[in-house]
């Protein structure tokens, strides 16, 4: 199977300081696509951001910003100045995009963030 | 644009009984929507791809017979967990594929009593 690692199980910080989720994933698939999506406690899935493997550009989005390397197969997320309505889990998740894979989503076990006032 | 709706958003059912979930497209059509399950503090894992006009495709553990998808129409997909248990109580997301990617429904949540 191709994995999606999220070594990060819980974290907790203190609001304003910066965070980052790792993830590092597993791909047989030439091409693929990578995401970010972010789970309140409601359950439904808030799409953060969807990278595609041929382009390795960061990207930054107000607070949010994430780290593509692909020669260490890591998508690293990362929240500066956390506030506490970020506290959520945060699902990455890898999708093959050549032959049979078809847009399926393979999700890491995800990241509990906790931001303290 | 590309919403996708679920029904019902939450269903208590008694155990033995069958529960229909719905994932509906509602701006765009979808030829092809998967089914994912969440248990309590776990992943989302799929279940099965779902495609108009044809049988689904269930993913390697998934039973088939219990888990039953129809995808009649362009923009909609039912799951059907049949003779439910406790243990079938989850969080089921359908998700739908739009172009090169997919958009996620809001999620049913089942408990089965």
């Known amino acids: 199977a191709q994995k999606v690692t999220q070594a990060q199980t819980e974290i907790s910080v203190v609001e304003k300081e910066d965070v980052t989720l790792d993830c590092v994933y597993e791909?047989?698939?030439?091409?693929?696509?990578l995401f970010w999506y972010k789970q309140p406690p409601s359950g439904e899935l808030v799409f953060l951001i969807r990278r595609n493997s041929f382009d390795e550009q960061n990207e930054i989005s107000g607070r949010y910003s994430w780290n593509f390397q692909k020669s260490t197969s890591s998508f690293n997320f990362t929240i500066t100045a956390s506030q506490v309505v970020d506290s959520a889990v945060y699902f990455c998740a890898r999708a093959g995009i050549s032959g049979g894979s078809n847009y399926k989503l393979t999700f890491g076990k995800g990241t509990l963030l906790t931001v303290n006032p | 644009g590309a919403v996708v709706s679920q029904h019902p958003s939450r269903v208590i059912c008694k155990s033995g009984t069958s529960v229909k979930i719905e994932c509906r497209s509602l701006?765009?059509?979808?030829?092809?929507m998967f089914w994912y399950r969440q248990f309590p503090k776990q992943s989302l894992m799929l279940m099965a791809t779902?495609?108009?006009?044809?049988?689904?495709?269930?993913e390697q553990g998934v039973e088939k017979d219990k888990f039953l998808i129809n995808h009649a129409s362009l923009t909609l997909s039912t799951l059907t967990v049949t003779s439910a248990h406790p243990e079938d109580s989850s969080f089921y997301i359908c998700s739908a594929r739009v172009k090169d990617y997919s958009t996620f429904g809001p999620g049913t949540r089942l408990t089965v009593t």
């Open positions: 791909t047989r698939d030439t091409t693929y696509y």
């Open positions: 779902s495609n108009e006009g044809s049988k689904a495709t269930y």
């Open positions: 701006d765009f059509q979808a030829t092809t």
